[in-house]
């Protein structure tokens, strides 16, 4: 996504199945190669996952 990916839009490479289109390739944004995933972010299925990070999302947005 040239000008970064917003916070709540899909990333353009994410597949159908939610997989990453470029794992393990050097294209990878560096920030993803970082990221570790946990538990508390993660959760225990993907619903879960999509709670826990839009409440993540709404607890770090800047204020405006
Ligand atoms: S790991 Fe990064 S590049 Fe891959 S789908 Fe997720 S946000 Fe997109």
Redesign the pocket.
């Known amino acids: 996504m040239p000008h970064g990916?917003p916070a709540g839009v899909r990333?353009?490479?994410?597949t159908a199945d939610n997989?990453?289109?470029?794992?393990g390739k050097p294209e990878?944004?560096a920030?993803?190669v970082r990221?570790r995933p946990h538990p508390e972010m993660c959760g225990t299925s993907a619903d879960e996952a999509m709670r826990l990070l839009n409440a993540l999302e709404l607890a770090t947005q800047p204020e405006k």
């Not at 990333?11 to 994410?14: A, E, I, P, R, T």
């Not at 997989?19 to 794992?23: F, N």
């Open positions: 990916k990333c353009v490479q994410l997989r990453c289109a470029l794992y990878r944004p920030v993803c990221l």
